[in-house]
């Protein structure tokens, strides 16, 4: 494919964060999971030990989270609500049954990526704060027993929450052919760009000038 026919969508430096969140997720869910229920505590063991999972858990999802605010910055822009995101969204029903003709035409980012998107910075802020305040043995003296106790309950809900959006962001992945590749290599062409993000080939002449 002629290079000339090739467009731009994820940069080399926010692809590099998008695996590894993809990484330190893959870490800090499997090793969360593994203290909530005692028949998941094996799932520990992806971080050497049980006890060791413990020590290096809030490490890998401070890092993952602190990723998601880099990601905020860098994608703010192209998560920006516009009045065709009103008109995608009024049409969910053709999108889950792939009427392709009857989707309004989305940005950068469709309407359900831009809310899935807040979904996880929202679930990342909550759970960087209730984990620092449930961190032991450095934080969490200084919190009540209460306030620890609700810290937890909020941390674990938000952590089911982010499991579930990263298994649509998967599916929605897999689902739209080429998605993939084009945070792989970054560049997607533009038949798939004209196809799935039509106007992104106007912001992309918009951002030429």
Excluded at 25 to 37: H, M, Q, R, V
Aim: glycine share 6%.
């Amino acid at each position: 494919m002629q290079k000339s026919s090739m467009i731009v969508r994820h940069r080399l430096f926010d692809r590099l964060c998008h695996w590894f969140i993809v990484v330190t997720a893959f870490f800090t869910i499997l090793s969360g999971f593994s203290f909530l229920y005692p028949s998941f505590q094996w799932m520990g063991a992806v971080l050497g030990s049980p006890q060791l999972a413990r020590v290096l858990h809030p490490f890998t999802g401070v890092l993952m989270c602190f990723t998601w605010m880099l990601l905020l910055i860098r994608y703010y822009k192209h998560n920006k609500f516009q009045k065709q995101d009103a008109a995608w969204m009024a049409h969910m029903k053709d999108v889950m049954l792939d009427n392709e003709d009857k989707i309004p035409p989305a940005g950068h980012y469709n309407a359900g990526q831009k809310m899935l998107f807040r979904m996880f910075i929202l679930t990342s802020v909550v759970l960087t704060v209730t984990g620092f305040i449930m961190w032991q043995p450095y934080f969490a003296p200084h919190f009540s027993p209460e306030v620890v106790q609700w810290a937890i309950f909020f941390h674990a809900l938000c952590a089911i929450v982010l499991l579930l959006g990263l298994i649509v962001h998967v599916w929605m992945a897999t689902w739209i052919e080429g998605s993939i590749a084009g945070m792989l290599y970054g560049k997607v062409s533009r038949a798939w760009v004209r196809k799935h993000h039509p106007l992104m080939l106007d912001e992309s002449e918009q951002e030429k000038h």
